[in-house]
């Protein structure tokens, strides 16, 4: 079990700090963030908990689980390792994106 947890289906509302203050009810919380969409700015749904202990962690996923926050049922596991992006080429523009 790892210590970064996945925290999902969060009101757009919720904020690093209330995060971290919720998370707290199950040990030292090392850190939380919000994914921010860059564009907007707003927030995109999910973020990360990182708990100092993996007993912390395990506590934090089985009471937050399917916990209803403002009308949502969070989802929280274990965070998987972040998948490297292919860097070949593409992305914006199409046919002709060069005039």
Known sequence: ?????YVG?????????I???TFAQCG???SAKII????TGRSKGFGFVE?????????????????DYDGRPMTVNEAKPMVPRDN????????????
């Open 19 to 21: 995060l971290s203050d």
């Open 28 to 30: 030292t919380v090392a």
């Open 36 to 39: 921010m969409d860059r564009d």
């Open 9 to 17: 289906n969060l009101p757009f509302s919720a904020t690093d700090q």
């Open 51 to 67: 708990m100092s202990t993996d007993a912390e962690a395990a506590d934090a996923i089985s009471k937050f689980n399917g916990l």
């Open 1 to 5: 079990m790892g210590k970064k947890l």
């Open 88 to 99: 070949g080429g593409g992305g914006r523009g199409g046919r002709n994106s060069y005039r």
